[in-house]
């Protein structure tokens, strides 16, 4: 039999509330770390054993949350901002394929300029991208010059 100051470590028993998942959202919202929220909550609830919850399952649901910001914010954000440089010079061209999961998979930028360039030299540059990757697990691969 588990104790009951041990009972919160167990995964099938441990959740967030719709309340403290409100919470975490609202001091995040003030700029109040995860660390110090989980530490009020622990208060309240009178002992970190009492709040529902570790502070890696608090992690983690901020992580998801700051995740998902991120998907519909950075792709988007980078094709809005391709295929208005497109817009703008008719030569250019953004081309991009997203995962099932709705996740940017590649993404492909030339302007006129390049196009031009590659029709009169027709260098080919080939590189291995797979040996750095970002924080969303894909490589970045700037062409300049």
């Keep these: 039999m588990t ?5 919160h ?3 099938s028993f441990r959740s967030i509330t719709d309340t403290a998942k409100a919470q975490i959202d609202g001091f995040h ?3 109040i770390s995860t660390a110090k929220t989980m530490r009020y909550m622990a208060g309240v609830s009178g002992g970190y054993s009492l709040v529902g919850f570790l502070k890696k399952d608090a992690y983690n649901y901020v992580d998801k949350r ?3 910001k991120i998907v519909d914010g950075d792709a988007n954000a980078a094709i809005v901002y391709l295929e208005g440089k497109v817009d703008a010079d008719p030569t250019s061209i953004a081309r991009y394929n997203v995962t099932e999961d709705d996740m940017l998979a590649n993404l492909l930028w030339a302007d006129g300029g390049n196009r031009i360039d590659y ?3 027709g260098d080919v540059l080939a590189f291995d991208s797979t040996y750095k990757k970002n924080k969303y697990t894909r490589p970045l691969v700037i062409f300049s010059g």
């Design 29 to 31: 919202g003030c700029g």
């Design 9 to 11: 470590l167990i995964p």
């Design 3 to 7: 104790h009951l100051g041990m009972v």
């Design 66 to 68: 700051h995740r998902a």
């Design 119 to 121: 029709q009169y030299f």
